[in-house]
């Protein structure tokens, strides 16, 4: 009886040996992410906590181990037979390696922390933990996600926080009753803005382009960078741009299109059908001497073009 007791209590402080030194790594590793050098919420932190849990859990084991070969158990038998297991536990555990070791890629790449706003698939928010196993993300709906590391390592992370500015990019669609010269001064209104407004950044400088004739609009391009990484600021600074240029669109006169359908109803002679002949006239010419410039143009033809196009236009 005696020996058992002995045998009992021997048991015990090996076991009480392991926990200590889990806890003890535990505390190591607290006391180091207190240091000036690493801050609380860092994914340092949570490499720190990370590398110190498989330290102290490796150590356990090994303490168990020589305790339990102390206690007179062959360590040749239980290495064997935690051989076995193991094997089975890693067939089984096998998406937990792998979520592990997609954590240990996370910390390695460094591509998001904790407290960064990210996107990732069709899904947006604050990472809040970054564990051994998974990824814990607060989303816009303020619902927490859970990713498994494999799966979140994998994804294609578009970390938001990290950028400097905010790109705006907008495309205004005016009526095309729009004339050339409104068109010119709601271009030269809009950049005049653009380079005024102390949140637009001015390197790259922001640009305003008749970018093409839509189906149903003269569409012009707004593309510039907003001073500011937080997004309810850049919502902010884009709706007052967007109301001057509303604004600089009303005051020249045009209007905002829709998409529709216009039934004209004609009253003059038509098309011109003189200058139609002779566009007809020019291209039968081009038949007759076997220099059609379709469906590729003859080096003759490029040849003859005189280079007199003027860019700027004065039109």
């Known amino acids: ?139 816009l709906d303020q619902t927490v996600i859970s990713i498994p590391n494999a799966e979140f390592s994998q994804m294609q992370i578009v970390n938001v926080t990290r950028r400097n500015r905010s790109l705006m990019q907008q495309t205004l669609n005016l009526r095309y009753e729009t004339t050339r010269d409104q068109l010119r001064w709601i271009l030269t209104s809009i950049r005049d803005v653009l380079q005024a407004h102390p949140k637009v950044s001015v390197d790259p400088a922001p640009l305003a382009r008749f970018e093409s004739y839509g189906a149903s609009s003269l569409d012009i391009l707004v593309f510039a960078y907003i001073s500011t990484k937080k997004w309810a600021e850049f919502l902010a600074v884009q709706e007052d741009i967007l109301f001057r240029i509303g604004d600089i669109v009303e005051k020249s006169g045009s209007g905002f299109a829709f998409p529709s359908t216009t039934a004209y109803i004609a009253r003059d002679s038509g098309l011109d059908s003189e200058k139609a002949s002779l566009a007809a006239e020019e291209v039968r010419q081009w038949i007759g001497s076997g220099r059609v410039p379709f469906p590729d143009t003859p080096i003759e033809h490029v040849a003859g073009v005189p280079g007199d196009v003027e860019y700027p236009g004065r039109s």
Do not use: M
């Open 1 to 139: 009886l005696c020996i058992l007791l002995i045998q009992f209590f021997s048991a015990v402080r090996w076991f009480g040996w392991a926990w200590c030194t889990i806890r003890v790594g535990e505390v190591i590793a607290e006391l180091i992410i207190l240091s000036p050098r690493v801050e609380p919420e860092s994914i340092d932190a949570s490499l720190v906590r990370t590398v110190s849990r498989l330290v102290c859990i490796t150590a356990a084991s090994w303490i168990l181990l020589y305790g339990l070969s102390q206690l007179g158990l062959s360590v040749f038998h239980l290495l064997t037979g935690l051989g076995v297991v193991g094997l089975a536990i890693s067939l089984a555990a096998k998406p937990t390696v792998e979520n592990i070791i997609g954590g240990l890629t996370l910390f390695a790449d460094r591509s998001v922390k904790v407290g960064e706003f990210c996107r990732f698939g069709s899904t947006s928010g604050t990472v809040l933990h970054i564990g051994l196993r998974s990824t814990k993300i607060e989303a």
